[in-house]
Protein backbone atom coordinates (compact mmCIF):
# COMPACT_ATOMS: atom_id res chain seq x y z
CA UNK A 1 0.00 0.00 0.00
CA UNK A 2 1.52 3.14 -0.63
CA UNK A 3 -1.12 5.61 -0.15
CA UNK A 4 -4.35 6.63 1.95
CA UNK A 5 -4.08 2.87 3.25
CA UNK A 6 -0.83 2.92 4.58
CA UNK A 7 -0.08 3.77 8.23
CA UNK A 8 -0.84 7.44 8.83
CA UNK A 9 -3.07 7.47 5.94
CA UNK A 10 -6.56 8.18 6.34
CA UNK A 11 -7.60 4.99 5.86
CA UNK A 12 -4.65 3.01 7.39
CA UNK A 13 -5.39 -1.11 6.30
CA UNK A 14 -4.05 -2.10 10.05
CA UNK A 15 -7.10 -0.32 11.34
CA UNK A 16 -9.44 -1.25 8.45
CA UNK A 17 -8.15 -4.71 8.76
CA UNK A 18 -6.59 -5.83 12.28
CA UNK A 19 -5.80 -9.13 11.22
CA UNK A 20 -4.03 -8.24 8.25
CA UNK A 21 0.19 -9.02 9.10
CA UNK A 22 2.01 -6.58 8.01
CA UNK A 23 5.28 -7.25 6.21
CA UNK A 24 7.68 -4.74 5.60
CA UNK A 25 8.32 -1.52 3.64
CA UNK A 26 8.08 -1.76 0.23
CA UNK A 27 9.10 0.06 -3.20
CA UNK A 28 8.03 -0.42 -6.50
CA UNK A 29 9.81 1.86 -9.69
CA UNK A 30 7.27 4.26 -11.21
CA UNK A 31 5.56 7.32 -10.21
CA UNK A 32 3.03 8.74 -8.21
CA UNK A 33 0.86 11.29 -8.83
CA UNK A 34 -1.43 13.57 -6.91
CA UNK A 35 -5.37 13.12 -6.85
CA UNK A 36 -6.40 15.54 -4.24
CA UNK A 37 -7.39 13.17 -1.04
CA UNK A 38 -5.41 10.25 -2.96
CA UNK A 39 -2.45 9.51 -4.72
CA UNK A 40 -2.27 6.99 -7.52
CA UNK A 41 0.91 4.88 -9.47
CA UNK A 42 2.30 4.60 -12.67
CA UNK A 43 4.13 1.64 -12.94
CA UNK A 44 7.66 2.30 -14.64
CA UNK A 45 11.03 0.43 -14.69
CA UNK A 46 13.04 3.74 -15.05
CA UNK A 47 10.69 5.60 -12.79
CA UNK A 48 11.93 6.51 -9.15
CA UNK A 49 11.65 4.28 -5.74
CA UNK A 50 7.79 4.76 -4.70
CA UNK A 51 7.47 3.57 -0.81
CA UNK A 52 4.76 1.52 0.56
CA UNK A 53 3.81 -1.11 3.25
CA UNK A 54 3.21 -4.81 2.06
CA UNK A 55 0.93 -6.68 4.05
CA UNK A 56 -0.28 -10.38 4.16
CA UNK A 57 -4.35 -10.29 3.67
CA UNK A 58 -7.26 -12.48 3.39
CA UNK A 59 -9.12 -12.64 0.25
CA UNK A 60 -11.75 -10.88 1.86
CA UNK A 61 -9.88 -8.47 2.66
CA UNK A 62 -8.74 -8.16 -0.70
CA UNK A 63 -11.84 -7.82 -1.94
CA UNK A 64 -12.78 -5.12 -0.04
CA UNK A 65 -9.96 -3.22 -0.88
CA UNK A 66 -10.57 -3.46 -4.43
CA UNK A 67 -13.75 -1.99 -3.79
CA UNK A 68 -12.23 0.96 -1.90
CA UNK A 69 -9.86 1.28 -5.34
CA UNK A 70 -12.81 1.04 -7.48
CA UNK A 71 -11.19 -2.35 -9.43
CA UNK A 72 -13.80 -4.04 -11.28
CA UNK A 73 -11.92 -7.18 -13.24
CA UNK A 74 -15.43 -7.46 -14.78
CA UNK A 75 -14.87 -4.14 -16.37
CA UNK A 76 -11.27 -3.15 -16.08
CA UNK A 77 -11.21 -0.22 -18.17
CA UNK A 78 -13.92 1.36 -16.49
CA UNK A 79 -11.98 0.66 -13.01
CA UNK A 80 -10.77 3.62 -11.01
CA UNK A 81 -7.36 1.25 -10.60
CA UNK A 82 -5.88 -1.94 -12.06
CA UNK A 83 -4.97 -4.34 -9.52
CA UNK A 84 -1.58 -6.31 -10.93
CA UNK A 85 0.82 -8.67 -9.60
CA UNK A 86 4.32 -6.41 -9.71
CA UNK A 87 7.80 -7.75 -8.06
CA UNK A 88 7.91 -5.55 -5.17
CA UNK A 89 11.37 -5.04 -3.34
CA UNK A 90 11.71 -5.30 0.19
CA UNK A 91 13.33 -2.45 2.66
CA UNK A 92 15.14 -4.98 4.49
CA UNK A 93 16.50 -7.12 1.40
CA UNK A 94 14.54 -9.45 -0.79
CA UNK A 95 11.79 -9.38 -3.14
CA UNK A 96 8.19 -10.63 -2.71
CA UNK A 97 5.19 -10.67 -5.55
CA UNK A 98 2.20 -8.61 -4.23
CA UNK A 99 -0.57 -7.10 -6.03
CA UNK A 100 -0.07 -3.53 -6.57
CA UNK A 101 -2.90 -0.77 -7.50
CA UNK A 102 -2.16 1.08 -10.35
CA UNK A 103 -3.77 4.18 -11.98
CA UNK A 104 -6.17 4.15 -15.06
CA UNK A 105 -4.69 7.61 -16.56
CA UNK A 106 -7.97 7.07 -18.57
CA UNK A 107 -9.81 7.85 -15.76
CA UNK A 108 -7.29 9.68 -12.95
CA UNK A 109 -5.22 12.80 -14.94
CA UNK A 110 -1.52 12.47 -14.33
CA UNK A 111 -0.10 15.48 -14.27
CA UNK A 112 0.66 16.54 -11.12
CA UNK A 113 3.59 14.39 -9.97
CA UNK A 114 4.51 13.68 -6.30
CA UNK A 115 8.57 14.01 -6.05
CA UNK A 116 10.06 11.40 -3.91
CA UNK A 117 7.38 8.72 -4.46
CA UNK A 118 6.67 9.15 -0.14
CA UNK A 119 2.32 9.91 -0.24
CA UNK A 120 2.62 10.05 3.46
CA UNK A 121 5.82 12.01 3.40
CA UNK A 122 4.31 14.26 0.83
CA UNK A 123 0.92 14.98 3.15
CA UNK A 124 2.94 15.51 6.28
CA UNK A 125 4.96 18.17 4.46
CA UNK A 126 2.13 20.42 2.93
CA UNK A 127 0.16 19.83 6.27
CA UNK A 128 1.74 22.22 7.79
CA UNK A 129 1.85 24.95 4.90
Known amino acids: MYGTLRRGGVRAL ?57 WNPQAPQTSLYFRRWRAVELRDGGQVEAWVYECNPAHLPCTKRIPGGDWIAFVSAHAHH
Open 14 to 70: PSLFPEAQFLGFGMIRGWLYDFGDFPGLLFDPEGEAVIGEVYRISTAALKQIDAIEE
